[in-house]
């Protein structure tokens, strides 16, 4: 009996043995690499490109990942949140890009790319990961779409990302290691740094940039020119000067002579492009005063004087993101207040694209994701080529663009029997085309009809019928 229960125990043990699971191979994974996911990694590297230095910086932690470029002193670069993708630029502050296809890929991609899909947390998170084949895992992040992560089985590092389908999304090399976890400095794609020379294991924080902020103190109100665009008094460095509150401009800029009466000497490059374009650099000023909001300082690009309109400085969308803007053209008005507080029911929501807030509008047939742009005089502008794919409305006028540095453009007015912003019916609309724009632009001259209440950090645009 002794002996049967010894047998029975035995093969009961044996039993364990064969239905106990394997080793966890995307355990076996990450321990391999030593869990980058887990670390803030910063990494850097210097190359020069068509005579000039270009100095790349990348933070990682996980999913979440700070890319930031700098050509001649002039840095931007983008912010992933594991969620959402922010661009920022001269003035560091970041805003929201819209989520397409790009935003979706990034969330799965920055997932592999960290080995941070190789975690129990990634699927906790409502991540998914199976087996593809050898070497093959088939990832999708929360709200991410499906792609492929390809590890060289001998090495356990990841070589290349592709779609389902093959197509080649990214790729990596030269593995080094950095407070023992595994760090790719070749890393091709959309969203990577390229290659890179070093990277450290960081013990500070991960965190967005931290641009400029405001403080707000008195009356909220500050009158508004007679111009067709919104202008209104200023102050920069103790001088009193007037501003142009454009949405449609990023970074924001001052006038060349501006710059001289401060004298302040433009620095570093970058590239000024709408109506034309220029190569400029910019300068550091302050404070800026703007009715009763105070930035203790910002940058600035260097522009020509503007023949279109009156102003000195162009207060862009960076800085305007800072604040909710009231415009009551009726009144020649114009309100700075803090941004938040509850959304009507009727807002229209914003997007951004290159820091420049969007929104949905419809003319005639046709839906356009459109610029804001409180710098365009015309109620609706779009490009010849958006003209020509619809119905070609009949042209009622003809003339020029002007642009910030001299540029013209060569353009027409049309009719269009209806336009919507958002859900804002506007009716019957005048609509400049111009040659060479490529987005279409809702400009100020539909904004006479309206109390226009724009909260860029919070998204939302409201107009109210007068």
């Not at 805003?95 to 190789?118: C, G, H, Q, W």
């Not at 906790?124 to 492929?148: E, F, K, N, Q, Y």
């Not at 400029?280 to 600035?300: D, H, I, K, N, Y």
């Not at 162009?314 to 959304?343: F, N, Q």
Request: charged residues 15%; proline residues 8%; contains cysteine.
């Amino acid at each position: 009996m002794r002996f049967a229960v010894r047998l029975l125990a035995l093969a009961a043990a044996l039993c364990g043995l064969a239905a106990a699971p394997g080793p966890d191979p995307l355990a076996a994974l990450a321990d391999a690499n030593g869990h980058p996911a887990a670390l803030h990694l910063l990494a850097t590297g210097t190359r020069v490109l068509e005579g000039r230095t270009v100095v790349t910086t990348l933070d990682q932690l996980g999913s979440r990942r700070l890319l930031r470029r700098c050509i001649a002193g002039v840095c931007g670069g983008t912010w992933f949140d594991g969620t959402t993708q922010f661009t920022f630029g001269l003035n560091e502050i970041a805003l929201p890009e819209e989520s397409d296809a790009t935003v979706l890929t990034e969330r799965t991609l920055a997932a592999i790319a960290s080995y941070a899909f190789a975690e129990p947390a990634f699927r906790g998170s409502g991540g998914t990961v199976v087996a593809a084949g050898p070497g093959r895992w088939h990832v999708r992040a929360h709200d991410g779409i499906d792609l492929i992560a390809v590890v060289d089985p001998a090495a356990h590092a990841l070589r290349r990302v592709e779609t389902p389908e093959g197509r080649l999304v990214a790729t990596y090399a030269r593995e080094t290691k950095a407070g023992g976890a595994s760090f790719a400095l070749d890393r091709n794609g959309p969203f990577e740094a390229g290659p890179l020379d070093a990277v450290a294991v960081s013990s500070d924080p991960l965190d967005p940039p931290a641009g400029p902020v405001p403080a707000l103190a008195g009356d909220p109100a500050i009158p508004l020119d007679s111009e067709p665009v919104p202008i209104v008094p200023c102050g920069l460095g103790g001088h009193n000067l007037r501003c142009l509150l454009d949405t449609g401009a990023t970074p924001s800029a001052i006038t060349l002579s501006v710059a001289e009466t401060l004298n302040l000497e433009p620095h570093g490059e970058l590239e000024i492009s709408g109506i034309g374009s220029f190569a400029t650099g910019f300068v550091e000023a302050g404070p800026l005063q703007l009715g009763p909001a105070r930035f203790a300082s910002a940058r600035f690009a260097v522009i020509p004087p503007s023949s279109a309109a009156p102003f000195d400085v162009v207060v862009g969308s960076d800085l305007l993101a800072r604040m909710r803007l009231v415009l009551d053209h009726a009144h020649h008005v114009a309100r700075i207040l803090p941004s938040g507080g509850s959304a009507p029911a009727d807002a229209v929501h914003l997007t951004f694209r290159a820091g420049s807030p969007i929104v949905q509008t419809m003319f005639g047939p046709q839906g356009a994701r459109a610029l804001l742009d409180t710098g365009d005089q015309a109620v609706l502008s779009f490009g010849y080529a958006a003209y020509r794919e619809g119905p070609q409305w009949a042209i009622v006028g003809r003339g020029q663009a002007l642009g910030v540095g001299g540029g013209a453009d060569d353009a027409f007015t049309v009719e269009i029997p209806e336009v919507h912003v958002g859900p804002v019916t506007v009716g019957k609309t005048r609509a400049t085309v111009r040659r060479t724009q490529s987005v279409a632009h809702v400009g100020v001259g539909l904004w006479d009809r309206f109390l226009v209440d724009l909260d860029e950090a919070a998204g939302r645009l409201t107009l109210t019928t007068r």
